[in-house]
């Protein structure tokens, strides 16, 4: 052998053990990113099942303050006024878990739909997600849409 072959010999002896060297490290790294992956993945998964404090309705004060303002209003008065609360967006959900707080709507297995029907049925919003609307325009930035009548519950007559 001349000395070309030896160093080459040599350099593909060092290769052979750099490579199982290699080998032995790239294991504990492949456990400790399965390791990471799982752990992640229960992350997410604690995430989207905790309720932060402040719920999708709104702080807490927010909520109580919205109720007592509603109390006495027609189902679509309340959701007008949800929505300005809001900046001109309501939730179908958040407006149904309001309305019956307030004692406006009780919790039926329909009230949802309800919730739904007077929004839709209304033409005042528009939809901009599913159970997601958005108070037109014109509703939103004037107020005499309402009138005092719509604001109350009609008064039946006692008998």
């Given at each position: 052998?001349?000395?070309?072959?030896?160093?080459?010999a040599?350099?593909?002896?060092?290769?052979?053990?750099?490579?199982?060297?290699?080998?032995?490290?790239?294991?504990?790294?492949?456990?400790?990113?399965?390791?990471?992956?799982?752990?992640?993945?229960?992350?997410?998964?604690?995430?989207?099942?905790?309720?932060?404090?402040?719920?999708?309705?709104?702080?807490?004060?927010?909520?109580?303050?919205?109720?007592?303002?509603?109390?006495?209003?027609?189902?679509?008065?309340?959701?007008?006024?949800?929505?300005?609360?809001?900046?001109?967006?309501?939730?179908?959900?958040?407006a149904?878990?309001?309305?019956?707080?307030?004692?406006?709507?009780?919790?039926?297995?329909?009230?949802?739909?309800?919730?739904?029907?007077?929004?839709?049925?209304?033409?005042?919003?528009?939809?901009?997600?599913?159970?997601?609307?958005?108070l037109?325009?014109?509703?939103?930035?004037?107020?005499?849409?309402?009138?005092?009548?719509?604001?109350?519950?009609?008064?039946?007559?006692?008998?």
């Amino acid at each position: 052998m001349n000395g070309d072959e030896e160093v080459l010999a040599r350099l593909q002896i060092m290769e052979k053990g750099l490579q199982e060297k290699l080998d032995r490290l790239r294991k504990p790294l492949l456990q400790v990113e399965e390791d990471l992956q799982h752990v992640l993945g229960t992350i997410a998964f604690l995430k989207r099942d905790i309720k932060p404090a402040d719920s999708e309705d709104g702080p807490p004060e927010e909520i109580s303050r919205l109720s007592t303002k509603l109390k006495g209003m027609t189902q679509l008065a309340a959701v007008i006024t949800i929505a300005k609360a809001r900046g001109g967006k309501v939730r179908t959900q958040d407006a149904k878990r309001l309305m019956i707080k307030a004692g406006i709507m009780s919790a039926t297995k329909n009230a949802t739909n309800m919730t739904h029907n007077v929004i839709s049925r209304s033409n005042r919003f528009q939809r901009i997600a599913p159970g997601e609307y958005m108070l037109r325009e014109s509703e939103h930035e004037s107020d005499e849409s309402l009138t005092i009548r719509d604001l109350r519950r009609p008064q039946l007559p006692l008998q």
